[in-house]
């Protein structure tokens, strides 16, 4: 029977407690907020109308003796899993990573004191640049790990792993890239706890390098950028009347998917304003300059903030605009939605 422990109550070593500044994340500007789904709204009530975070306090544990699988699930010696490595798994996983843990035969045994970055979602592009590179740079302050273990990823995703930390840290570094499937146990693991809570809270820490690896990189002329998601199912339905509004207004097409992660730092560096519809790609806004105008273009039950937390701790002019799926009855984020080309006009010419 699975058995949750809290990290205050395990074998750890507090090796640093950093204080999160305080901030006020504005409210969103959310246009057809009459098409969100009413328990969509409540998901993100606390990720848009919180408007003061205080003070947070982000630790740096390092853990003895413990197992690691899943996507960065943290259980004990005793296999007990600790709370605070869920993020965001359903406990359906947490189950499942329980019983492969019970059951490993064929366990990696580390020595090598390593830091752990991986959480519910790693292969995603935005969660490693948001809510897990920064979680290096914040450990980098007190200590030097052995090993990263991070996410084993396609080959796209391994680059930009791989480019990402050597752009934003002085030191080179040893990489075990974890299948959810394996289970590894670890005499040393040292975790970060309270850097982002994803919807809900994200700390200004997560920046503390992103001007770095912007500045690393050359200049290229301003740009008017849309962010293509080709083949995905999330997308705009009839988008051929939308790119040319989008060409009128001077805009250049692009999918992020297809280039390097230099490339899409170069491409939004210097962007005065950003359309896209909410994916991955348009993570890259947080290589803006303060003061650029992003448009988000989101399925009306699709329940994130996390663009428009990115958006308020960088400095951006942020707009949503949540369009009408063609299903009205699905509760898919991942599904066709319309988008009103006269609204997406005045936003452009206002």
Not at 58 to 70: A, G, N, W
Not at 160 to 185: E, G, M, T, Y
Not at 234 to 252: D, I, P
Not at 265 to 287: D, H, P, R, S, Y
């Amino acid at each position: 029977m699975l058995e949750y422990r809290d990290l205050q109550n395990v074998h750890r070593h507090e090796v640093a407690t950093v204080t999160s500044p305080s901030f006020v994340q504005p409210v969103p500007r959310v246009q057809n907020l009459h098409l969100v789904p009413k328990p969509v709204l409540e998901a993100m009530r606390a990720g848009w109308l919180t408007g003061t975070h205080p003070e947070r306090s982000v630790t740096l544990t390092k853990l003895f003796d413990v197992y690691v699988t899943e996507e960065g699930l943290v259980f004990t010696h005793d296999r007990k899993l600790i709370t605070q490595t869920i993020t965001q798994h359903s406990p359906d996983e947490c189950e499942r990573a329980f019983e492969r843990v019970r059951c490993a035969q064929d366990v990696l045994e580390v020595t090598a004191s390593s830091l752990l970055l991986r959480k519910r979602g790693d292969h995603n592009y935005g969660h490693w640049l948001v809510e897990l590179l920064p979680r290096l740079w914040l450990a980098e302050q007190f200590m030097t790990p052995e090993l990263l273990v991070v996410p084993h990823a396609d080959q796209a995703m391994t680059h930009v792993i791989r480019d990402s930390i050597v752009l934003s840290s002085a030191r080179p570094h040893q990489f075990l890239a974890l299948d959810n499937q394996a289970v590894c146990f670890f005499k040393e693991l040292s975790i970060v706890d309270g850097l982002t809570d994803h919807g809900v809270y994200m700390s200004p820490l997560a920046f503390a390098k992103t001007d770095i690896m912007r500045e690393a990189v050359p200049q290229i002329a301003p740009q008017r950028l849309y962010v293509a998601r080709p083949g995905s199912p999330r997308c705009v339905v009839q988008e051929e009347n939308l790119l040319a509004l989008l060409h009128r207004h001077g805009f250049r097409v692009v999918d992020p998917a297809g280039l390097t992660f230099l490339e899409q730092i170069q491409l939004f560096k210097n962007a005065e304003c950003v359309v896209g519809v909410m994916g991955a790609g348009m993570t890259n806004i947080l290589f803006c300059p303060p003061g650029a105008k992003v448009i988000t273009l989101a399925p009306a039950t699709m329940p994130d903030t996390f663009f428009a937390f990115i958006a308020g701790l960088r400095g951006l002019e942020y707009h949503e605009l949540r369009g009408q799926m063609m299903d009205a009855e699905t509760t898919r984020w991942d599904a066709p939605f319309s988008i009103m080309a006269a609204q997406l006009a005045a936003l452009l010419e206002g």
